[in-house]
């Protein structure tokens, strides 16, 4: 077949055309256009359906052509890469490019998977680019899943409650609302086709077997009377009738903190020990500077800021109480990092004050309200919530008078707040209303003994009782 094409070209005829229909003769896929080259000549541009047909033929020199073999490589270099983009396009976008994916986004490096919680929007609605449109609720936050450009929602393909992953694809989203138009007077038809009543031919033969049964009905026994019901024994409970019951399945938050709780259990040797603060010092504190603190730094002198900066005076004070056991070993830890445990709607979440003992009041006190919004709006990060080496759990604030909170592991200790009560206490021989509150401290017996703990609970005390204590470090 080549020796005939050579033939061909040296009789004069054009290059470019006996080429092109040669290989049409023997590779019908392929199409011939001519394009000029530089000196006036004709030089034949391959458009074939595969890149390895354009290998098999790019050895080929046709004489009179100024394309020789280097711009032979050029064009199978372009068609290659344009081939290889349209391959990378075709994964992120539909056929037309109207419609992209919405998928799950990256949860953490410790979360593989997570629960679809509740859609933000409606099939339909409009969005636009970094919206949310779905909530994903994992064993530690809630994450957004948000729209990747401006457009409408065409469809969900996921559901509530399901179990989704990194890259899921949850919905689709159109870029325009042709998308959603169109298939509107689809969606119509096909209820159309299905609410259409079924021909009579059908009705008829459904009826022939109930006419039947009709006509030979069964011949009915008489009944015998009825059993009396069982009567109940005076020890039998009366149960409420199921009813009365719902079932709800727990979250995910829900099911980490219960399993994390119960492995505290499991594993520390806890025992809890109390004390109680006289609150009169730190409260005339607050409230002969809460304006001026206010007015400084735009926020307002709570109790947590006085508790957190006497705990990490105890904890300077008793290392051990800061440190962990791992293994045959105890690690100490060199900084302060006190995690505050935080009620919210959904469970409860212990965001971390980082460096503790570098912070000054105002700066605790905002650390702890913008942690506490974020916990709130379900808005809070993992990285917030990871490391702590000391909590602080302050039930008074719901009106606890007394309680034993649970080690958060893998610390050792925690420390837990209650309500401030106005109880009789005998000061200097005389019995006097003082506002007291009760603190305790639960901590893990196989490394801190009774004599620390004792000690770091005095240490809170004195502080809380006497602030100037933290600015003269006695």
Not at 5 to 17: I, P
Request: aromatic share 4%; net charge positive.
């Amino acid at each position: 077949m080549l020796g005939a094409l050579r033939r061909k070209v040296a009789s004069g005829s054009s290059s470019a055309s006996v080429l092109g229909k040669s290989l049409q003769a023997i590779w019908p896929g392929a199409s011939a256009s001519r394009v000029s080259s530089d000196a006036g000549k004709e030089m034949l541009l391959l458009k074939p359906r595969g890149i390895a047909h354009v290998r098999n033929f790019s050895h080929l020199v046709v004489p009179g052509c100024s394309a020789g073999l280097t711009k032979t490589r050029a064009v199978v270099a372009i068609i290659q890469s344009e081939a290889i983009m349209q391959k990378s396009c075709r994964a992120f976008s539909s056929g037309d490019g109207d419609l992209v994916d919405a998928v799950v986004p990256f949860m953490g490096e410790s979360i593989t998977d997570g629960t679809l919680a509740t859609f933000l929007k409606k099939p339909g609605d409009r969005v636009a680019a970094d919206e949310p449109i779905a909530q994903i609720e994992t064993d530690k936050v809630t994450i957004d899943v948000v729209s990747p450009q401006d457009g409408v929602i065409q469809e969900y393909v996921a559901k509530e409650g399901d179990t989704v992953e990194p890259g899921t694809k949850i919905a689709v989203i159109s870029k325009s609302a042709d998308g959603v138009a169109s298939a509107a007077p689809f969606e119509k038809k096909s209820e159309k086709v299905a609410s259409k009543p079924s021909p009579p031919g059908d009705t008829v033969k459904e009826d022939k077997p109930k006419a039947k049964v009709e006509a030979s009905p069964a011949v009915e026994k008489p009944k015998g009377p009825s059993p009396p019901p069982p009567k109940r024994t005076a020890t039998e409970p009366v149960l409420p009738p199921k009813e009365r019951e719902r079932r709800v399945p727990m979250t995910r938050l829900r099911k980490r903190v219960a399993t994390r709780l119960k492995d505290s259990q499991n594993t520390f040797a806890m025992l809890t020990t109390f004390n109680e603060v006289d609150m009169t010092n730190l409260m005339k504190l607050r409230s002969d500077y809460k304006d001026a603190f206010v007015e400084k730094h735009g926020v307002k002198l709570g109790f947590m800021s006085g508790f957190v900066k006497a705990a990490v005076s105890a904890l300077q004070h008793q290392p051990i109480v800061n440190a962990v056991i791992d293994g045959d070993d105890i690690i100490y830890r060199d900084y302060i990092d006190i995690s505050i445990a935080v009620g919210t709607p959904k469970g409860l979440v212990v965001p971390v004050i980082r460096d503790a003992g570098g912070m000054n009041f105002a700066e605790i006190e905002k650390t702890i309200n913008s942690l506490a919004k974020k916990a709130n709006d379900g808005t809070i990060s993992i990285d917030e919530m990871a490391g702590g080496s000391f909590t602080i759990s302050n039930g008074g604030v719901y009106g606890s008078l007394l309680s034993t909170p649970i080690i958060n592991p893998p610390q050792s200790a925690i420390m837990g707040m209650h309500s401030i009560v106005s109880r009789p206490m005998v000061v200097g021989g005389n019995i006097v209303p003082r506002p007291m509150m009760y603190i305790a401290l639960t901590y893990d017996h196989r490394l801190i003994d009774g004599r620390e703990a004792v000690f770091f609970l005095r240490r809170i005390k004195d502080v809380v009782e006497d602030p100037r204590r933290l600015l003269l470090d006695v």
